[in-house]
């Protein structure tokens, strides 16, 4: 089982959608996937159309305890352990829930708190092969517990100068990570909202490999699509599943083919 964290300390880099939209194209290739939103944001659930619960055929909203709350702060640390996950578009999710950011205070005041979700994750290490995790962009406690717990981390990154000094930020948070997960490894820098109209995006693709490429293998980018991210969002569908036909598919297609090759996967 792989354990991959999309981070990326800015918001608008397109973080959210890539873990739904790659998450997605894992599952079409026939890999088991759960996503875990860790975002109080609730983004990657929300544009997975996820709005409610059913189970036992009572449908409810989402609360606190279906998120990965329950492994990380359960009253008695026995039970630590993430809840029966969600299925949607052939996906099992953990969704998020604006209550999510009453870890963010908590966590430093629990004994190995920021290793928690990735003991939680140990435990499913036979049900799936592909674990991806969605957290905020910030710099907080959140975001540690959710790139702690990953073997790999994938930065979806702007074509754009914004970008590129976002990503210094970035490859500094993760060496300061490394010293609570010696293995965490970055394995792909994702360019993502490309817009090859203007000489500023292909510049800004040019200065992302030659002064990035020796961190980590960068992807082909993720093209701009002002219409299209919108809609999906809002129909809470994958891309690929929502624009199964354009041009967009396939470039997910390849980024995905991309990052499991990076991963060593065949």
């Known amino acids: 089982m792989k354990v991959i964290t999309f981070f990326n300390h800015a918001g608008g880099v397109g973080k959210s959608s890539s873990v739904r939209d790659i998450g997605f194209t894992l599952g079409r290739l026939g890999y088991r996937v759960l996503l875990i939103d860790a975002d109080p944001q609730a983004n990657l659930t929300d544009w997975l159309g996820v709005q409610h619960i059913e189970r036992d055929g009572v449908r409810r909203e989402i609360e606190l305890e279906d998120t990965l709350y329950p492994a990380v702060l359960a009253d008695d640390e026995a039970e630590l352990a ?13 969704p998020g829930h604006l209550d999510v950011a009453t870890i963010e205070p908590l966590l430093p005041g629990q004994l190995m708190g920021v290793l928690r979700l990735k003991d939680a994750l140990q435990r499913l290490e036979d049900k799936y092969d592909f674990v991806l995790i969605d957290p905020p962009p910030s710099l907080g406690q959140l975001s540690a517990l959710a790139v702690i717990a990953a073997q790999y981390v994938v930065v979806p990154v702007p ?5 590129l000094k976002g990503l210094q930020t970035v490859a500094v948070m993760l060496n300061r990570f490394r010293k609570a997960n010696p293995r965490l490894k970055l394995s792909m820098i994702l360019v993502t909202q490309y817009n090859d109209t203007t000489n500023h995006a292909k510049e800004s693709l040019l200065q992302l490999r030659t002064q990035f490429g020796h961190l980590a293998p960068i992807s082909t980018p993720l093209t701009y699509r002002p ?13 690929p599943e929502f624009a199964s036909k354009s041009p967009v598919t396939a470039e997910i297609s ?5 990052l499991l090759q990076a991963l060593g996967v065949d």
């Open 82 to 94: 993430l809840p029966s996950p969600l299925h949607v578009h052939g996906l099992d999710i953990i």
């Open 227 to 239: 219409a299209l991210y919108p809609d999906s969002q809002l129909h809470g569908e994958p891309l």
């Open 159 to 163: 074509a754009s100068g914004k970008g």
């Open 254 to 258: 390849a980024v995905t083919e991309q």
